[in-house]
């Protein structure tokens, strides 16, 4: 199904300048729990280790703005970025970076989340990639290198918070009963 997806929704063409990929994370809680952590464009830092404060500038819809102040650690302290999708029908968000003091120029990204069963459960595949410019000095494999180690964390955090709340939710259901 991953190859499936990707090839739906995660096509980007990279020009000789830039680089592109993917990130898939599959995480042990409900579809409408993930969605509800990535559907925040206005609150990146809810699952975003190296976001410590997001602003958006404008109404919360496609075109909306945010400015994000990124934690010490990564080479860049802000980000200005653009909502470009948001389908809560098929899970899908899509953002690109317009501004900010990093190297990351012309980033554009899709995350999708789909559902799934693991262990039993229902669960979610997420999906993020990614196209970027290849900065001066830098191959097309040290920039995807940089950026999928990104993702990758940034997917691991978004697994621990949505499986903290899918269990949270399960503790609350057994209570009622």
Same mark, same amino acid.
């Given at each position: 199904? &991953?190859?499936? /997806?990707? =090839?739906?929704?995660? +096509?980007?063409?990279?020009? !000789?300048?830039q680089c592109s990929s993917s990130v898939v994370k599959h995480i042990k809680a409900p579809v409408d729990i993930v969605w509800s952590a @990535? +559907?925040?464009?206005? *609150?990146?830092?809810? /699952?975003?280790? %190296?976001?410590?404060?997001?602003?958006?500038?404008?109404? %919360?819809?496609?075109?909306?703005v945010r400015e994000v102040n990124v934690k010490s650690g990564l080479p860049a302290t802000t980000s200005t970025e653009m909502l470009e999708?948001?389908?809560? *029908? &098929?899970?899908?968000?899509?953002?690109?970076? @317009?501004?900010?003091?990093?190297?990351?120029?012309?980033?554009?990204?899709?995350?999708?989340?789909?559902? &799934? =069963?693991?262990?039993?459960?229902?669960?979610?595949? @997420?999906?993020?990639?990614? $196209? $970027?410019? $290849?900065?001066?000095? #830098?191959? *097309?494999?040290?920039?995807?290198?940089?950026?999928?180690?990104?993702? #990758?964390? #940034?997917?691991?955090?978004? !697994?621990? @918070?949505? &499986?903290?709340?899918?269990? *949270?939710?399960? %503790?609350?259901?057994?209570?009622?009963?």
């Amino acid at each position: 199904m &991953e190859a499936q /997806y990707i =090839i739906r929704h995660h +096509r980007h063409h990279p020009r !000789a300048h830039q680089c592109s990929s993917s990130v898939v994370k599959h995480i042990k809680a409900p579809v409408d729990i993930v969605w509800s952590a @990535v +559907r925040r464009f206005d *609150q990146p830092q809810k /699952y975003k280790p %190296f976001v410590s404060r997001c602003i958006v500038r404008d109404d %919360f819809k496609i075109g909306s703005v945010r400015e994000v102040n990124v934690k010490s650690g990564l080479p860049a302290t802000t980000s200005t970025e653009m909502l470009e999708l948001l389908d809560d *029908q &098929e899970h899908i968000l899509g953002i690109k970076i @317009v501004g900010g003091d990093h190297r990351l120029k012309n980033y554009s990204s899709v995350i999708t989340v789909h559902p &799934e =069963i693991i262990d039993g459960i229902p669960g979610a595949m @997420v999906i993020e990639s990614f $196209v $970027v410019d $290849v900065p001066e000095g #830098n191959t *097309q494999d040290e920039t995807c290198y940089f950026v999928n180690a990104v993702i #990758n964390c #940034n997917l691991k955090s978004l !697994a621990v @918070v949505s &499986e903290r709340m899918a269990l *949270q939710g399960r %503790f609350k259901a057994v209570d009622q009963f």
